[in-house]
């Protein structure tokens, strides 16, 4: 389990990818799903199963973290043996951690109440979606964050118009790297974007550190290197 690149949960071979879904069945709760991507060996397994545990570690985390800085909680939660080295827990990693430093930093907001929402709406932004809806899931995850703390809805206007120009602004800064997708690379970004647009927006002026660097390019296999901008050699 963990940081292993693109390796199944079952037997560890590489995750391949389909064009078109197909019906499969999760090889830990059983149920059906449509999915674009199995093991070399046909293993599938859901996006909740890949992700509760992970998840579960990230709110004990969350609430007990006393920092300022998103960045150096995402960090220490990608740690976690459970939090894989790509996978749809993110979606949910970069808004939890967009909602415990702008709490810190005296953001109004329930924390525990919010991070149930921001795990509840995370969960719905299926693995993949970056490559198959063009809509990479940490940008959604920092759109999800300024939307619990607008407490937009579809009819609210100007919280409505700041989640949607957050979620532009994360994707712009993410498709600008260029692909493939790297969870951890799209995560960064979109944090880094967030941070600036809080302050811009909400006068909260969360952390970062000096330069952001990624120690977990040796764990993924299709890392661009020095075209990212976190590799340690860039």
Known sequence: MGQKEGACLICG????????SREMNCEICGKS??????????????D??????????MMEQCLTFQGKNPLVLLQSMMEHPYIHMH????????????LTAYRNCGGEVDL????????????????????FWGCCGAAVSSGIFVSIVTGSTPL????????????????KAISGLGGPRCCKRN?????????????????????????????????????IGKRCPYHKSA
């Open 112 to 131: 525990e109440q919010a991070l149930k929402e921001m795990i509840k709406r995370g969960k719905k932004v299926p693995g993949g979606i970056c490559g």
């Open 87 to 98: 996978g749809p827990e993110h979606h949910i990693l970069v808004g939890a951690a967009l």
């Open 156 to 171: 609210s206007k100007e919280p409505w118009g700041l989640s949607n120009e957050m979620t532009s602004r994360s994707l």
């Open 187 to 223: 995560s960064f970004t979109a944090i880094r974007t967030a941070v600036a647009f809080v302050k811009e927006h909400f006068q909260i002026s969360m952390e970062l550190p000096e330069k952001i660097l990624c120690d977990f390019s040796h764990d993924n296999h299709q890392c």
């Open 48 to 57: 909740q199963c890949h992700s509760q545990q992970g998840i579960a570690a």
């Open 13 to 20: 071979e590489p995750i391949v990818y389909y064009e078109t």
């Open 33 to 46: 799903f449509a999915s674009n991507a199995s093991c070399t060996q046909g293993h599938f397994v859901c």
